[in-house]
């Protein structure tokens, strides 16, 4: 029998409303393309990839959760134990963050459509990256998560 672990914090990056304007503007432009063979043609291939750009706007929507010890960012997973510190990122700190203060090493989970996010030291002398930047709507509770689980695991 398994004991499920607490999650702490849960956030899935899905887009804002602008981005899923996308999925019908696809939609219409496969209609057009196939409008010349027939409007029934048209009208399916157009539904067709409407409903295929929802799901993968959807599929590519990374998950960050803090469940147990254990800090999950996208596809990618590690141990709160290794973390240090952590800080909240906005507006232009986040931009240089990303850009000319970036360490190629520096692991990435971000979506343009999140303007915030965190940055938190990688401790861990096994793993090539310093940092984790981990865009969030909730950046304060995403490094209160880290924090409590850290305490709670030691």
């Known amino acids: ?67 147990g010890a254990t800090l999950y960012a996208g596809p990618a997973h590690i141990e709160t134990a290794w ?5 909240e990122l906005h507006g232009e700190d986040l931009r240089i963050a990303l850009g000319p203060e970036l360490d190629a090493r520096t692991w990435v989970c971000v979506r343009p459509w999140v303007k915030s996010a965190v940055i938190i030291e990688n401790t861990d002398p096994q793993d090539p990256a310093p940092a984790w930047i981990i865009a969030s709507r909730r950046p304060a509770q995403l490094v209160q998560a880290v924090v409590s689980s850290q305490t709670d695991a030691g």
Not at 12 to 33: E, K, R, V
Not at 83 to 87: E, V
């Open 83 to 87: 973390l240090g510190s952590a800080k």
């Open 1 to 67: 029998m398994s004991v499920s672990k607490k999650i702490d914090f849960n956030e899935w990056f899905l887009p804002g409303f602008a981005w899923w304007l996308i999925a019908p503007g696809f939609g219409a432009a496969m209609a057009l393309a196939l409008l010349p063979i027939g409007s029934t043609i048209a009208v399916i291939g157009g539904v067709v990839i409407t409903l295929i750009t929802v799901v993968l706007l959807a599929m590519w929507s990374p998950r960050i959760e803090v469940r």
